[in-house]
C-alpha cells in the first residue's frame, strides 16, 4: 500500500518482489517510510471501496505497519473483512519514535530518535559550556504530543550532574510555568547555564498546552508578531518566558523531524529489530496467524536481548503507554538509572566516549611590571 | 588560554601537557572548543594586562584559533608584544563553520556542519515526500548571519530536480519576500511540497535582516506573542509568512548549534584537515615564523587534496570571503555543479546512498462487486 491505507482507498499498490535486492538492502538505511505514510482515520464511508480493493487483488494478507492509530486501522481492517465473509488475515507491525505502544517492551524507531536527541543534547551541552559566557539557557524542543520518551531519551549521554539536560519537562507531568522558571533560575545560579529539553505536549493542570493560546492581535496582515501557537512550538514560548522573567540571554533548538530522519544517528539494535518485527509479521501470516501485533519482549536476566511475541490487535489499538513515573526523579525534571538501564540498550548502548580535559593550571614563572 | 584572550585577562591558562595521551587523542572526536571560546573583543584598555600576562608566563609563542574576529585578536596581540619588545611569536589557526575566512580555500569546521546540514536536509526531505499529504512547506533555518556556505551545503545530498531543499536563500542575495512566496507556491504546485533552507543572516535590499523588525505590543508581560527578532528566527518568521499569504501548512525546523556539535555528523575529512592545520601552526612557530595565519590550499588538479599554505595574519584579519556567485544558480534559489565540486570533497564526499523505490504497481486480478 502506499500512503498506507490510503493506498488502498486510491488504488495505489505495488509489487516490492520488482525492487533490486540491493535496493531492499539499502532500505534499512534510509529514513522515513519507503512507502509513504498517511493519517487517514477511517470512516464507515470507506468500507465499500476497501472491500472492492481487497477482493479485485485478493488480498489475502495485510500487515500494517505504524503507531496506535494504524494498529486501530489493521484491527478494523480485519473485522470488516471478517464480517463480510472475506477471508483476511491481518498482522501489525511497531512502529513510533513516540514508543507508545502498549504490550511491548519498545517500539522500533524509538531506539534511533532517542540516540539522536541523547546525542545532539549531550554534544550541544558541550558547546554551551564552552561558550559559558554566551547565552545563558538553551531550550531544545523534542518531539512527542503525548509522551515523553523522546525527551526522557536526551539524558542518555549524561555522566555527571553538571552535563546537559539539566531539566527535562515531558507531557506527563503538569507542567507549572512559574515552577519552571523557579527551576531554571536555580540552575543558572548553580553553573552559569542550563539546557533545559521540553516536549511539544507539555500541559498545565487543566490540560491545556503550554503556550498554546491564540493572541489577537487584530490584524491578520501583520507579520511583526507569531501568535504562539503549536506550530511555532512551546520552545519558543518557553525562551520569551525565561527571557522576560529571568532576564537571561535564552535560545531555543527545534530539530523536529531531523530528529527523526537522521541517518547518521540509527541505532544498531533499533535498525536490527526494526528487521525483526518485519520478518515475523511474515511469519505470522503465512503460520496462518491474524489478529495480532508483533511485540518486542525483552530477556528478562543477563545482557540485553529481545524476541518476538504478539498481543491481539483488539488490546493494543485501544491502549497507551506513557513514560513511567519510575523512570523519572522525584521533581520530574530529570530521569532515574532505572530509566538508563531500560533505554541505554535501545540506542545502541553508551555513547563513544569523548574528552573532558583536566585542566591543571599554569604556573606563573616570573610577574614583572609592565613597562 | 581558557575562553580565549579572556584566558589570559583572567589569568586562566592551563597545561595541556598534563593531559593523558587517550584524552588527547578523543578530542578529535569532541565537539565544541574544548579551551572554552570567547566572544571578547580586544580594547586598548586590555593591553596592559595582556602584557604583564605574557611576561608573567614568559609566553614567547602564541597560536590563536578561530575565526576573522580571533585573528584580528591574532594579529594584534603581535603588534601589542612587538610595540613594547616582547619578542612573542604568534600564528592564527583558522576554524569556524562559516567558511567565511579569506586565502584559505575553506575552514576546518565547515565541512562537518555541511555534512549535518546535507544529511539533515536530505533525509527530512524523504520524511516531507512520505508525509506527502500532510505538511505542505517545511522551513529549515541554517547557521551564517553573512555567509551563506552553510546553507548551499544543504543541497550536498540532493541527486534530483525533486529532492530537497527545493530552494536555498542566502545573506549574499537580497530577500524579497514577494519573490519567495511566489517561488514557494511555484515548487508547492509542481511538487505539492517544498523543502525551503534559510540562512539565518538573510536581509533585503536595505540591508535590514527578514522578520527582525522589534514588534511594539505594548505590555512587556504578555506572553502570548513572540517578538518576531533574530533569537525568534527568521525561519519562524517565514513559515508564518507561508501560512497567511498561501495558506499552505508550514513547519520550521531550527537545529542551531545541533548542526555544528552533533558528533555523529563529522566529516572524516573535515576532522583530518582540523589536525593538520594545528600541527602546521606548532612547525610554523618552531621554525620561527610569526603574523601568519595557516591556510588550506586545494591541489589544483586531480583527485581532492589539501596542503597547508600561509597568509599574513594582516591580510586575513580584515577580509570576509562570502559565498561565490558562481555557486549559485542564477535565480539564487539553487546552487551550480562548480559548487559541488567545491563542497562535496569537504564534507567526506557523497553521501551513503540510500533506496528509492521502483514503485511497479500491481495489477489487480478480478474485480467483483460488493455484496
Redesign the interface.
Known sequence: M??GI?GVLG??????S???AA?????S???????????HKLTEDDY?RI??TL????VRHFAYIGGNDSMDTCHRIGQLASA??WALQVVGVPKTIDNDLAFTDHCPGFGSAAR?LA??TR??G?????????DDV?ILEAMGRNAGWLTAASTLGKETEDEAPHLVYVPEIPFDTARFVHEVAGVHRRLGRVFVVVSEGIRDAEGMFI?G?Q?D?GD??T??????SL??GVA??L???V??ELGLQ?????????G??????VSKTDREEALLVGKEAVSLLAAGGTGQMITLERTPTGSYGCQAGTVPLVDVANAEKLLLREYLNTAGTGVTPAFFDYALPLIGGAL???????????A????????
Do not use: W
Open positions: 502506499v500512503h490510503e488504488d495505489n499498490l505495488i509489487d516490492l520488482y525492487e533490486s535496493q531492499l538492502e539499502r532500505l538505511r534510509t529514513p522515513a517510510a519507503a512507502l509513504g505514510s498517511c493519517r465499500g472491500l472492492d477482493r479485485a487483488y485478493n463480510n465473509g539522536f546525542l545532539a554534544d550541544t558541550r558547546d554551551l559550556e564552552a561558550m559559558a559566557t554566551f538553551t503556550g493560546q493572541a492581535t491578520s496582515d507579520f511583526g508578531h507569531v501568535v504562539h506550530t511555532t519558543a514560548y525562551t520569551d518566558v527571557r522576560k535564552a535560545r531555543f533548538l527545534r530539530p523536529g523531524l531531523i527523526r530522519a537522521m541517518s547518521a544517528c563513544p566516549p569523548q574528552a573532558r580535559l583536566e585542566g591543571r593550571r599554569v606563573a614563572i616570573a610577574r614583572q611590571d609592565v613597562p
